[in-house]
């Protein structure tokens, strides 16, 4: 069951109904889009249609954490396990010091098999590009700022590097050639990316000289 609040009344709605508000949201979005295409409407309309849709999602996920019972949330908090203050049998797992570190690089991962690190960074024209450094460096080589034979396009934003384990190789996704809502504010489009939308992955060698895609 579900409490809907509002200034005039306070009633207790069923999980149906709560859903049926919801799909009709999402519907009105389906159905314009629809329209749209049929009868041959501007690239432009289609795309403020998709930015309706989109809302219209943000909306149900608005709707539908707002008419969580907070008395409910209260109960699940209630049910978790306390988080230990320390590990007696575990003590190379105890934090002793915790210090913030100013930095431009993002996921940043050292190899299982060397002391090569990856990161990702943006350049200068808000591209994630790939870049690599050894501990103790402060010199970082990017292996994606420049075109190379096989290899991801430079204005391709580049996400989620990670190593395989024998540090020979590693995992890079990134950004599709062309997607639907390539329109969208760059910050925005950053945020789908990082979630996996438009994106395929590759696999590459550190020094970025060999490329090949895997999705």
Known sequence: MWRARGRRRDRTIGDKEVGDRLNDIGNHGEEA?????????????????????????????????????????????????????????????????????????????????????????????????????????????CITCTPRAGAPRVDRNKFMVNWHPSGQWLTTGVEKDTHDWAWLPQSWQRGFLQTGVWMNMWINTPTGDRWYQMT
Do not use: H
């Not at 991962?109 to 808000?126: C, E, F, H, M, N």
């Open 33 to 141: 889009e629809q329209s749209a295409t049929l009868f041959g409407q501007s690239p432009q309309l289609l795309n403020m249609v998709r930015l309706i849709r989109l809302l219209s999602a943000i909306a149900c996920v608005i709707i539908g954490c707002s008419a969580c019972d907070v008395s409910d949330r209260e109960r699940f908090a209630s049910q978790s396990l306390p988080v230990p203050a320390s590990y007696p049998d575990q003590p190379a797992c105890r934090v002793k010091s915790v210090q913030k570190m100013p930095t431009r690089f993002e996921s940043f991962i050292k190899s299982p098999a060397s002391d090569l690190w990856v990161a990702t960074q943006y350049d200068a024209q808000g591209v994630s590009q790939v870049y690599t450094t050894r501990a103790g460096s402060t010199d970082f080589t």
